[in-house]
């Protein structure tokens, strides 16, 4: 049984931040990320779809009997058009994954942890991980949330299929609106229902993280020896200095 049952101390945390040893969550950033892309489409999806069919017609509107540089010039004119709003897509894609990843560990760079270390290639330290609670959290978190999003897309398929027949009558442009309505809800609730879960997750790698950095009593004695002295000797001198004062 481990004698580390001890709390670790902040150099220690300080240490192991400076090794890149942090407390972070993937699931929390892939949470974080869906409800980005969802407000991001909730507000930008009409805006894209009407760029998309404006994009269309030209295409295949083009006069046939101009020459081949004028098409390609009525083309490229036609794709920079869109070009704005693909690189506004492609920012919120990098914010949201980079947005959370900043917070969980504040900017912190850690070179060791990219740089090649033999250590690394240890196979009882990969045997270890294999059985460690890290790995099965992480199998349990992965199955929950795989059910909760196979309910979530049951649910949203019945309902979309409880609702076909009514308005089967209605026309296709109709249809299309309803059908965008419906992604977009399966989409808010898929994000959403991925909140908690990533939260949870967070807490529990922060909680195991912790865990892993404790101390025995006579690391935290030889820390305080490092930062403080050696008790014996600084009272050692301290009674030297009060003979030679006398």
């Known amino acids: 049984m481990?004698?580390?049952?001890?709390?670790?101390?902040?150099?220690?945390?300080?240490?192991?931040?400076?090794?890149?040893?942090?407390?972070?969550?993937?699931?929390?950033?892939?949470?974080?990320?869906?409800?980005?892309?969802?407000?991001?489409?909730?507000?930008?999806?009409?805006?894209?779809?009407?760029?998309?069919?404006?994009?269309?017609?030209?295409?295949?509107?083009?006069?046939?009997?101009?020459?081949f540089g004028d098409r390609l010039a009525s083309t490229l004119g036609a794709l920079s058009a869109f070009m704005p709003a693909v690189l506004t897509a492609l920012g919120v894609g990098a914010l949201?994954?980079?947005?959370?990843?900043?917070?969980?560990?504040?900017?912190?760079?850690?070179?060791?942890r990219v740089t090649?270390?033999?250590?690394r290639l240890n196979p009882v330290n990969g045997l270890k991980q294999m059985f460690s609670l890290r790995l099965v959290w992480d199998i349990v978190l992965t199955l929950l949330q795989f059910a909760i999003l196979l309910f979530l897309f049951a649910q949203a398929l019945a309902a979309w299929l409880?609702?076909?027949?009514?308005?089967?009558?209605?026309?296709l442009p109709v249809h299309l609106g309803y059908t965008a309505i419906s992604h977009s809800h399966l989409l808010a609730w898929m994000a959403a229902s991925q909140i908690v879960p990533g939260a949870?997750?967070?807490?529990i790698q922060r909680f195991l993280w912790l865990r892993g950095l404790r101390m025995d009593k006579s690391e935290i004695k030889r820390e305080f020896r490092d930062d403080e002295g050696d008790p014996y000797v600084k009272n050692r001198r301290r009674t030297l200095h009060r003979e030679l004062g006398q």
């Open 2 to 67: 481990s004698n580390k049952t001890e709390a670790p101390t902040p150099k220690r945390i300080r240490r192991a931040r400076q090794d890149g040893e942090i407390a972070k969550s993937t699931h929390l950033t892939v949470a974080f990320s869906g409800l980005c892309w969802w407000l991001y489409l909730f507000i930008e999806a009409p805006r894209l779809y009407a760029l998309g069919t404006r994009l269309m017609l030209h295409m295949t509107t083009l006069d046939a009997t101009l020459a």
């Open 96 to 112: 949201a994954v980079l947005v959370p990843e900043l917070v969980q560990t504040r900017g912190l760079l850690a070179w060791k």
């Open 116 to 119: 090649p270390d033999v250590k």
């Open 162 to 171: 409880r609702q076909l027949a009514p308005i089967w009558v209605f026309s």
């Open 200 to 203: 949870a997750d967070y807490f």
